[in-house]
T-cell receptor
Framework: QQQVKQSPQSLIVQKGGISIINCAYE??????FPWYQQFPGKGPALLIA?????SEKKEGRFTISFNKSAKQFSLHIMDSQPGDSATYFC???????????FGKGTRLSVIA | GAGVSQTPSNKVTEKGKYVELRCDPI?????LYWYRQSLGQGPEFLIY????????DSGLPNDRFFAVRPEGSVSTLKIQRTERGDSAVYLC????????????FGQGTRLTVV
Protein backbone atom coordinates (compact mmCIF):
# COMPACT_ATOMS: atom_id res chain seq x y z
CA GLN A 1 0.00 0.00 0.00
CA GLN A 2 1.54 3.24 -1.15
CA GLN A 3 0.82 5.82 1.51
CA VAL A 4 2.08 8.83 -0.48
CA LYS A 5 1.35 9.08 -4.20
CA GLN A 6 3.30 11.60 -6.24
CA SER A 7 2.76 12.93 -9.76
CA PRO A 8 3.93 13.53 -12.38
CA GLN A 9 6.83 11.10 -12.65
CA SER A 10 8.72 13.58 -14.82
CA LEU A 11 8.26 17.21 -15.76
CA ILE A 12 9.84 19.52 -18.32
CA VAL A 13 9.43 23.25 -17.78
CA GLN A 14 10.73 26.24 -19.65
CA LYS A 15 13.06 28.58 -17.80
CA GLY A 16 10.98 31.19 -16.00
CA GLY A 17 7.90 28.98 -15.90
CA ILE A 18 6.06 27.45 -12.96
CA SER A 19 6.78 23.85 -11.94
CA ILE A 20 3.95 22.07 -10.12
CA ILE A 21 4.29 18.69 -8.42
CA ASN A 22 1.42 17.02 -6.63
CA CYS A 23 1.15 14.53 -3.80
CA ALA A 24 -1.71 12.72 -2.13
CA TYR A 25 -1.59 10.90 1.17
CA GLU A 26 -3.80 8.34 2.85
CA UNK A 27 -3.05 8.43 6.56
CA UNK A 28 -4.91 11.31 8.20
CA UNK A 29 -2.62 11.04 11.22
CA UNK A 30 0.30 12.47 9.23
CA UNK A 31 1.09 15.94 10.51
CA UNK A 32 4.34 16.96 8.85
CA PHE A 33 4.79 17.19 5.09
CA PRO A 34 8.27 18.00 3.76
CA TRP A 35 9.56 18.29 0.22
CA TYR A 36 13.07 17.10 -0.52
CA GLN A 37 15.32 17.96 -3.47
CA GLN A 38 17.88 15.45 -4.68
CA PHE A 39 20.67 15.97 -7.17
CA PRO A 40 22.43 12.98 -8.81
CA GLY A 41 24.88 11.32 -6.46
CA LYS A 42 23.68 13.31 -3.47
CA GLY A 43 21.35 12.61 -0.60
CA PRO A 44 17.95 14.29 -0.38
CA ALA A 45 17.98 17.81 1.09
CA LEU A 46 15.00 19.45 2.76
CA LEU A 47 13.51 22.18 0.61
CA ILE A 48 10.39 23.28 2.47
CA ALA A 49 7.88 21.70 4.83
CA UNK A 50 4.35 22.34 6.06
CA UNK A 51 2.06 21.28 8.87
CA UNK A 52 -1.68 20.78 8.32
CA UNK A 53 -2.72 23.79 10.37
CA UNK A 54 -1.86 26.11 7.46
CA SER A 55 -2.98 25.97 3.83
CA GLU A 56 0.09 27.53 2.26
CA LYS A 57 3.72 28.17 3.03
CA LYS A 58 6.11 30.18 0.90
CA GLU A 59 9.89 30.35 1.02
CA GLY A 60 11.43 32.35 -1.79
CA ARG A 61 10.42 30.80 -5.12
CA PHE A 62 9.05 27.66 -3.44
CA THR A 63 5.45 27.35 -2.20
CA ILE A 64 3.61 24.43 -0.65
CA SER A 65 -0.17 24.39 -1.00
CA PHE A 66 -1.97 22.07 1.41
CA ASN A 67 -5.56 20.80 1.16
CA LYS A 68 -6.38 18.86 4.31
CA SER A 69 -9.89 17.79 3.27
CA ALA A 70 -8.61 16.39 -0.02
CA LYS A 71 -5.50 14.92 1.62
CA GLN A 72 -3.34 16.55 -1.02
CA PHE A 73 -0.39 18.89 -1.10
CA SER A 74 1.65 20.37 -3.88
CA LEU A 75 4.94 22.09 -4.53
CA HIS A 76 5.07 25.14 -6.78
CA ILE A 77 8.40 26.43 -8.06
CA MET A 78 8.03 29.93 -9.45
CA ASP A 79 10.42 31.36 -12.05
CA SER A 80 11.96 27.91 -12.54
CA GLN A 81 15.68 27.92 -13.31
CA PRO A 82 17.97 25.32 -14.92
CA GLY A 83 19.63 24.92 -11.50
CA ASP A 84 16.29 23.63 -10.18
CA SER A 85 16.66 20.55 -12.39
CA ALA A 86 16.66 17.69 -9.89
CA THR A 87 14.42 14.98 -8.50
CA TYR A 88 11.82 16.15 -6.00
CA PHE A 89 10.25 13.94 -3.35
CA CYS A 90 7.27 14.65 -1.21
CA UNK A 91 7.08 12.90 2.14
CA UNK A 92 4.89 12.61 5.18
CA UNK A 93 5.32 11.59 8.79
CA UNK A 94 3.97 11.94 12.28
CA UNK A 95 5.90 14.64 14.11
CA UNK A 96 8.32 13.20 16.60
CA UNK A 97 10.00 9.86 16.35
CA UNK A 98 8.72 8.33 13.17
CA UNK A 99 10.37 7.76 9.80
CA UNK A 100 9.41 9.61 6.65
CA UNK A 101 7.19 7.99 4.03
CA PHE A 102 8.29 9.16 0.61
CA GLY A 103 6.59 9.51 -2.74
CA LYS A 104 8.28 7.96 -5.77
CA GLY A 105 9.74 11.25 -6.94
CA THR A 106 9.40 13.68 -9.82
CA ARG A 107 12.30 14.30 -12.15
CA LEU A 108 12.22 17.98 -13.08
CA SER A 109 14.09 19.35 -16.07
CA VAL A 110 14.14 23.11 -16.58
CA ILE A 111 15.19 24.00 -20.10
CA ALA A 112 16.41 27.36 -21.34
CA GLY B 1 30.79 16.80 11.94
CA ALA B 2 28.93 19.38 9.95
CA GLY B 3 26.63 16.89 8.27
CA VAL B 4 25.73 13.22 8.08
CA SER B 5 28.69 11.24 6.80
CA GLN B 6 28.41 7.83 5.14
CA THR B 7 31.22 5.51 4.21
CA PRO B 8 32.09 4.09 1.82
CA SER B 9 30.58 6.18 -0.97
CA ASN B 10 30.60 3.17 -3.25
CA LYS B 11 30.87 -0.52 -2.53
CA VAL B 12 31.07 -3.33 -5.05
CA THR B 13 30.80 -6.82 -3.63
CA GLU B 14 30.31 -10.31 -4.90
CA LYS B 15 27.07 -12.17 -4.40
CA GLY B 16 27.11 -14.04 -1.14
CA LYS B 17 29.59 -11.74 0.60
CA TYR B 18 29.07 -9.77 3.81
CA VAL B 19 29.13 -5.95 3.79
CA GLU B 20 29.05 -3.20 6.38
CA LEU B 21 27.92 0.33 5.69
CA ARG B 22 28.72 3.09 8.16
CA CYS B 23 26.81 6.22 9.12
CA ASP B 24 28.13 9.06 11.26
CA PRO B 25 25.19 11.32 12.19
CA ILE B 26 25.17 15.00 13.04
CA UNK B 27 26.63 15.46 16.50
CA UNK B 28 23.95 15.48 19.16
CA UNK B 29 21.22 14.00 16.99
CA UNK B 30 19.50 11.23 18.92
CA UNK B 31 17.44 9.78 16.05
CA LEU B 32 19.07 7.88 13.19
CA TYR B 33 17.34 6.36 10.19
CA TRP B 34 18.41 4.00 7.42
CA TYR B 35 16.65 4.09 4.07
CA ARG B 36 17.20 2.21 0.81
CA GLN B 37 16.71 3.92 -2.54
CA SER B 38 16.43 1.90 -5.71
CA LEU B 39 16.91 3.52 -9.10
CA GLY B 40 14.04 5.83 -9.95
CA GLN B 41 12.32 5.32 -6.62
CA GLY B 42 11.88 7.25 -3.41
CA PRO B 43 13.78 6.26 -0.27
CA GLU B 44 12.21 3.32 1.56
CA PHE B 45 12.50 3.04 5.32
CA LEU B 46 14.60 0.24 6.77
CA ILE B 47 15.26 0.88 10.46
CA TYR B 48 15.15 3.70 12.99
CA UNK B 49 17.21 4.20 16.15
CA UNK B 50 16.42 6.42 19.07
CA UNK B 51 19.64 6.48 21.04
CA UNK B 52 21.21 3.03 21.10
CA UNK B 53 18.05 1.02 20.62
CA UNK B 54 16.23 0.13 17.43
CA UNK B 55 12.85 1.78 17.91
CA UNK B 56 11.44 0.42 14.65
CA ASP B 57 13.01 -2.20 12.39
CA SER B 58 9.86 -3.03 10.46
CA GLY B 59 11.40 -1.98 7.16
CA LEU B 60 14.24 -4.49 7.16
CA PRO B 61 13.44 -6.81 4.23
CA ASN B 62 14.68 -10.04 5.85
CA ASP B 63 17.03 -11.43 8.46
CA ARG B 64 20.08 -10.89 6.28
CA PHE B 65 19.87 -7.21 7.21
CA PHE B 66 20.90 -5.99 10.63
CA ALA B 67 21.93 -2.62 12.06
CA VAL B 68 23.56 -1.49 15.28
CA ARG B 69 24.23 1.78 17.05
CA PRO B 70 26.14 0.67 20.15
CA GLU B 71 27.04 4.07 21.60
CA GLY B 72 24.11 6.09 20.32
CA SER B 73 26.13 7.85 17.64
CA VAL B 74 27.70 5.97 14.72
CA SER B 75 25.57 3.25 13.16
CA THR B 76 26.52 0.28 10.99
CA LEU B 77 24.15 -1.45 8.58
CA LYS B 78 25.20 -5.04 8.04
CA ILE B 79 24.08 -7.21 5.15
CA GLN B 80 24.88 -10.93 5.11
CA ARG B 81 24.94 -13.21 2.09
CA THR B 82 24.37 -10.31 -0.29
CA GLU B 83 22.14 -10.81 -3.30
CA ARG B 84 22.00 -8.89 -6.57
CA GLY B 85 18.64 -7.51 -5.51
CA ASP B 86 20.34 -5.74 -2.60
CA SER B 87 22.00 -3.36 -5.07
CA ALA B 88 20.77 0.15 -4.26
CA VAL B 89 21.79 3.39 -2.60
CA TYR B 90 21.63 3.11 1.17
CA LEU B 91 20.86 6.44 2.80
CA CYS B 92 21.29 7.44 6.41
CA UNK B 93 19.55 10.37 8.06
CA UNK B 94 19.59 11.89 11.52
CA UNK B 95 17.38 14.26 13.43
CA UNK B 96 16.76 15.75 16.84
CA UNK B 97 13.03 14.94 16.93
CA UNK B 98 12.09 16.83 20.07
CA UNK B 99 13.36 20.03 18.48
CA UNK B 100 12.33 19.54 14.86
CA UNK B 101 11.11 16.68 12.67
CA UNK B 102 13.59 17.74 9.98
CA UNK B 103 15.77 14.84 8.91
CA UNK B 104 19.23 15.48 7.45
CA PHE B 105 20.51 12.95 4.94
CA GLY B 106 23.98 11.77 4.09
CA GLN B 107 25.12 11.36 0.50
CA GLY B 108 24.47 7.63 0.59
CA THR B 109 26.43 4.47 -0.09
CA ARG B 110 25.93 2.98 -3.52
CA LEU B 111 26.04 -0.80 -3.11
CA THR B 112 26.50 -2.95 -6.17
CA VAL B 113 26.31 -6.71 -5.83
CA VAL B 114 27.81 -8.54 -8.82
Amino acid sequence: QQQVKQSPQSLIVQKGGISIINCAYENTAFDYFPWYQQFPGKGPALLIAIRPDVSEKKEGRFTISFNKSAKQFSLHIMDSQPGDSATYFCAATFSGNTPLVFGKGTRLSVIA
Amino acid sequence: GAGVSQTPSNKVTEKGKYVELRCDPISGHTALYWYRQSLGQGPEFLIYFQGTGAADDSGLPNDRFFAVRPEGSVSTLKIQRTERGDSAVYLCASSQPWESPEAFFGQGTRLTVV
